[in-house]
């Protein structure tokens, strides 16, 4: 598979819950990022971090805190979300420097927000 | 004016059969150019890179055409398999941004 893993690949939360995402990479991979797709948009890019830093913020909302605390491991914590964030949430990988690089998918987490 | 489009299809073609999609950029400083594919409910993956010059990868072919800007995939002798979404991928000038295209839905049918 890819060597990029996601959990919980489902999750359902009502709209003041907290929760995380967790994304794990065994690439080797140094440069790590969040994805939303919703039904009908294109992927979204959230956040990009590159050697445990973020280097992009894509006007995501504060209600969605990405933390990096190492260069395999990405989560992305939830709080007080609204029903149109459901989506499905995907982390990506991939070398630094990732222009022209491939990037590398999990499988992402479906997310229901009630 | 989105900046990477695709038409959403769906293509339905019978196994077999040539196909080709297109796909258009804003960005005319874009660099980087890929096809990726994504199966129901299942990930992105990367199909293939997308050369200047064109590249050809089995029975899948990409051109890239700068000045029009936009770029297209062939796929020859369709096969069931090949039914998925395809999307279309620019990456800036610079930045670690992929920007996708909504993609391009394929349903080859026996």
């Known amino acids: 598979e890819t060597g990029v893993t996601q959990t919980p690949r489902h999750l359902v939360m009502g709209m003041t819950n907290k929760k995380s995402l967790k994304c794990e990479q065994h690439?080797?991979?140094?440069?790590m990022y969040w994805y939303k797709q919703s039904a009908k948009k294109p992927l979204e890019l959230m956040f990009v971090y590159n050697f445990k830093e973020q280097t992009e913020n894509n006007s995501v909302p504060s209600r969605f805190s990405p933390e990096c605390p190492n260069s395999s491991h990405l989560f992305l914590h939830l709080h007080t979300l609204q029903p149109e964030d459901s989506a499905l949430y995907l982390c990506?990988?991939?070398?630094?420097?990732?222009?022209?690089?491939?990037?590398?998918f999990g499988p992402g987490t479906r997310l229901t927000v009630l | 004016r989105k900046e990477v489009e695709q038409d959403p299809g769906p293509f339905n073609v019978p196994e077999g059969a040539t196909v080709a999609f297109n796909c258009t950029y804003s960005?005319?400083?874009?660099?980087?150019f890929f096809w990726y594919r994504q199966d129901c409910r299942k990930e992105p993956k990367l199909l293939m890179s997308?050369?200047?010059s064109g590249n050809e990868d089995g029975r899948f072919t990409a051109q890239l055409n700068r000045a029009s800007q936009y770029i297209s995939l062939l796929i020859r002798d369709s096969k069931l398999s090949d039914s998925a979404t395809y999307l279309c991928?620019?990456?800036?000038?610079?930045?670690?941004?992929?920007?996708f295209g909504k993609g391009t839905s394929l349903l080859v049918t026996p």
């Open positions: 960005n005319s400083a874009s660099q980087s």
């Open positions: 990506a990988s991939s070398h630094p420097g990732t222009s022209g690089r491939e990037q590398f």
């Open positions: 997308v050369y200047s």
């Open positions: 991928v620019v990456i800036p000038d610079s930045g670690y941004a992929l920007n």
């Open positions: 690439l080797g991979h140094n440069a």
